[in-house]
C-alpha cells in the first residue's frame, strides 16, 4: 500500500530556510494532488499547501509569500521549502495524499510526521 | 475564508455509550467537501469521514457522519477504548483551500 516518509532537519535557525521532502512508496505520485500540513505542538491542523503531480500548486495565503512546494516524479518524491522562519512555524509538518472524487475530497493518507522546531 | 468551529470542546463518556461531535461552519459548506479525522497521541490523523457521510476504507460502521449547509454531525454509536482520541473536520473548496475545526477530545469517563 501507499506509504509516505518525510524527511528533513529537526532544528532550523530562525530567519533560515525549512526544507522538508516527502518520499512516496509502493504507488505513482500521479494523478494526485500532494500536500503539506502542520500542527504546532498541542494545537489543531493546519493546511499549508498542494502540488498536483503535474506541477500546479496551491498554498495556504497566509504562507504563500515564503512557500515554495515542488515535486521529483522521477523520485516520487515531493519537497517543502519555508524561508524566513519563525519561532510560530516551529510544528509538526505532515504530508499527505488528497483523493479528489465525484463523492468528495479529503487527507487519505498520512506521513508519520516530522518535527520541526525553529531557535537559535 | 470559512471558518469551522467543533463543539463540544471535549466530552467524557464511557465505552459503549454514543457520542455525538458537532462541527459548524461560518458558511455553508459542500457536503462533498466535509471530513473527519480521528487522531491519537502521537501519531498522524485517520481519515474517518469523507463527503461528510461516506466511511473511508476499513473505518468500523460504529461511526457514521451526517448533515449539510453549515451543520455537521459525527456520531460513534458505541465507544470502544480505541475510540478515544481527538476528531477534526475539515473543509474544502474556500480559500484557503482547506481549513480544520479546533478539534474535540473524546475521553474516558
Known amino acids: 500500500q501507499v506509504q509516505l516518509q518525510e524527511s528533513g532537519p529537526g532544528l532550523v535557525k530562525p530567519s533560515e530556510t525549512l526544507s522538508l521532502t516527502c518520499t512516496v512508496s509502493?504507488?505513482?505520485?500521479?494523478?494526485?494532488?500532494w500536500n503539506w500540513i502542520r500542527q504546532p505542538p498541542g494545537k489543531g491542523l493546519e493546511w499549508v499547501g498542494y502540488i498536483y503531480y503535474s506541477g500546479s500548486t496551491n498554498y495556504n495565503p497566509s504562507l504563500e509569500s515564503r512557500l515554495t512546494i515542488s515535486v521529483d516524479t522521477s523520485k516520487n518524491q515531493f519537497s517543502l521549502k519555508l524561508s524566513s522562519v519563525t519561532a510560530a512555524d516551529t510544528a509538526m509538518y505532515y504530508c499527505a495524499r488528497l483523493v479528489v472524487t465525484a463523492t468528495g475530497g479529503a487527507f487519505d493518507i498520512w506521513g508519520q510526521g516530522t518535527m520541526v522546531s525553529v531557535s537559535s | 475564508e470559512i471558518v469551522l468551529t467543533q463543539s463540544p470542546g471535549s466530552l467524557s463518556l464511557s465505552p459503549g455509550e454514543r457520542a455525538t461531535l458537532s462541527c459548524r461552519a461560518s458558511q455553508t459548506v459542500s457536503s462533498s467537501y466535509l471530513a473527519w479525522y480521528q487522531q491519537k497521541p502521537g501519531q498522524a490523523p485517520r481519515l474517518l469521514i469523507y463527503g461528510a457521510s461516506s466511511r473511508a476504507t476499513g473505518i468500523p460502521d460504529r461511526f457514521s457522519g451526517s448533515g449539510s449547509g453549515t451543520d455537521f454531525t459525527l456520531t460513534i454509536s458505541r465507544l470502544e477504548p480505541e475510540d478515544f482520541a481527538v476528531y477534526y473536520c475539515?473543509?474544502?473548496?474556500?480559500?484557503?483551500?482547506?481549513?480544520f475545526g479546533p478539534g474535540t477530545k473524546v475521553d474516558i469517563k
Open positions: 475539515q473543509q474544502y473548496g474556500s480559500s484557503p483551500l482547506f481549513t
Open positions: 509502493g504507488g505513482s505520485i500521479s494523478p494526485y494532488y
